[in-house]
């Protein structure tokens, strides 16, 4: 089946500017958790949802970062007013549950740089 | 809080050698540590999981050991392929509470290159 897909593949956009990262996990997986991947670095936990509700946002680094889900679906990762330390590869993830014993499915990302 | 180094930062061998990459995690108290594979533009491909109970794991020319008490995985490649170029991540994940739960922390990586 499907796995998860992410888009845009590629976003550049100018500092200041806001986007939007958008997720479409695999099909029936209630879990879904955004990770941030700087250059050289490994990814980064910014936030899981457990269906529409975020029991964990601890890993957002400003306000200037929010994300939504809606229908246990799509979710929607925004970045307003973008700064260049935002230039990263955002992977996006799935799991049936959010239990600790479920396995992860990672999207192929979307790499943003910001201008 | 935890936090996960990976040794060496980047690798280069030739083909056919066997090779040992290295994770440390700073907290014991972990459920389980994957290892997993990314490639250029692609997705985490997981190889390995361990569970916290486990010592190792197996998957072809794949070994992944884990030594809980002392913070430590290594990932052993046998007779490394150029196809086995990637960049290998280690990451482990938190035990059940609060809502920590499914969170991986990931280790920054090891960049692999097997020349011909």
């Known amino acids: 089946g499907a796995g998860v897909s992410q888009s845009p593949s590629n976003k550049v956009t100018e500092k200041g500017k806001d986007v939007e990262l958008r997720c479409d996990p695999i099909?029936?997986?209630?879990?879904l958790y955004w990770y941030r991947q700087r250059l050289g670095q490994g990814l980064e936990f910014l936030i899981y949802?457990?269906?529409?509700?975020?029991?964990?946002k601890s890993g957002l680094p400003s306000d200037r970062f929010s994300a939504e889900r809606t229908g246990e679906s799509v979710s929607t990762l925004t970045i307003q007013r973008t700064q260049q330390e935002d230039s990263a590869v955002y992977l996006c993830a799935s799991s049936p549950q959010a239990g600790v014993g479920e396995t992860q499915y990672f999207g192929p990302g979307t790499r943003l740089l910001v201008l | 809080k935890q936090e996960v180094t990976q040794i060496p930062a980047a690798l280069s061998v030739p083909e056919g050698e066997n090779l040992v990459l290295n994770c440390s995690f700073t907290?014991?108290?972990?459920?389980?540590l994957q290892w997993f594979r990314q490639d250029p533009g692609k997705g985490l491909t997981s190889l390995l999981l361990i569970q916290s109970s486990q010592r190792e794991q197996t998957s072809g020319r794949l070994n992944a050991s884990l030594d809980k008490s002392s913070g430590r995985s290594t990932l052993y490649i046998a007779a490394s392929q150029p196809g086995d170029s990637a960049t290998y991540l280690c990451a482990v994940r938190a035990n059940a509470g609060g809502t920590s739960y499914g969170k991986l922390t990931f280790g920054q990586g090891t960049i692999l290159t097997v020349h011909p």
């Open positions: 099909s029936g997986h209630t879990a």
């Open positions: 907290d014991s108290a972990i459920y389980n």
């Open positions: 949802f457990q269906g529409n509700s975020a029991p964990d």
